[in-house]
């Protein structure tokens, strides 16, 4: 398979979000982005905060085809959401290419669902963090940026899906800023895909969820805000509160947090956190939740 028939097969993603969602105030009513045909039944992969509470979810082919489509899952964990067409795509599904091979320097390009490429190298591969209690290991970097980065599909110049980009972030280094991408990496899929496919992901336990929304701020870990309602919320922690400790250990770094915020247990576990407010520490026992269970869950059209 070569790149340009891989790009036949992105597809445009339009979906609709219900007023009242939990994340509608922060991700929107009506979004739109990328997916790529994965199976040939129309399985669709995308960037899941495209999907997440979807009520509706339509997808356009690049020759102008429009088929509605059901939002199966969404992956907390790597950021992947998975869509199932209801009618014919007749797209055949692209390949997986070896992403933990994709190295800085490989020439790569990045396609969206209107027919939009943009042909760039891989700049990065490294951890981020991210503030809504999110981690990658290894995330590809890609430049110069796509318009339309969100569920669009990195390709390696064997034509093979090497991730699905998520992010647009501007990277500092000296004097010069560089606008760059976040993908995720393919290779985090076929691990998960089954569960995915079978149970949304419920098989698997999941992760302890604060609903903390956390910066690092001149070398602490600042609360820039918490979600309402959330765990977070409730145990009375509050915009301003600095974190240096989780159960038994100091917290280095916001990734570090989020490590030994997994390793507690499972969502459902109280989760000591000492924070430091107004110079006094005080200690918070946050009772966790499934970050899921705030969250609308698909239906079928």
């Known amino acids: 398979m ?11 993603l339009r979906s609709t979000i219900h007023d009242d969602a939990f994340t509608a105030s922060a991700l929107g009513t009506r979004r739109e982005g990328s997916g790529v045909v994965i199976r040939a039944d129309g399985l669709v992969l995308t960037i899941g905060y495209l999907i997440t509470e979807a009520e509706e979810v339509w997808l356009t082919t690049q020759d102008g085809r429009v088929v509605a489509a059901h939002a199966l899952a969404y992956d907390q964990e790597t950021g992947f959401g998975l869509v199932q067409a209801l009618g014919d795509l007749d797209l055949p599904p692209v390949d997986f290419g070896d992403a933990a091979r994709a190295d800085v ?6 396609g969206d669902g209107v027919g939009q490429v943009v042909h760039g190298r891989i ?3 490294q951890e981020f963090a991210g503030y809504w209690e999110y981690l990658l290991d290894r995330a590809i970097f890609v430049a110069p940026s796509h318009p339309s980065w969100g569920g669009a599909a990195l390709i390696g110049t064997d034509g093979r ?3 699905i980009g998520s992010l647009f972030l501007q990277v500092s280094q000296g004097r010069e800023v560089s606008d760059v991408n976040l993908i995720v990496p393919i290779d985090l899929l076929p691990p998960i895909l089954d569960d995915l496919l079978r149970h949304g992901g419920a ?18 870990l600042v609360v820039m805000s918490v979600a309402e309602g959330g765990p ?7 915009p301003g509160d600095v974190i240096s400790d989780i159960k038994d250990g100091e917290v280095d770094d916001l990734a570090d947090f989020y490590r ?3 390793a507690t247990g499972p969502a459902g576990s109280e989760v000591p956190i000492r924070v430091v407010r107004d110079g006094r520490d005080t200690w918070l026992r946050v009772k966790s939740s499934d970050r899921n269970s705030f969250l609308r869950k698909p239906h079928l059209q």
């Open 2 to 12: 070569d790149v340009s028939q891989t790009l036949k097969s992105i597809v445009r």
């Open 105 to 110: 320097g490989d020439a790569v390009v990045l």
């Open 123 to 125: 700049v990065a591969r």
């Open 161 to 163: 899906l090497l991730g």
């Open 203 to 220: 098989a698997k336990s999941r992760r302890p969820w604060l609903g903390a929304f956390t910066a690092e701020n001149n070398g602490d």
């Open 232 to 238: 977070a919320a409730k145990a009375g922690m509050r």
């Open 260 to 262: 030994k915020l997994w």
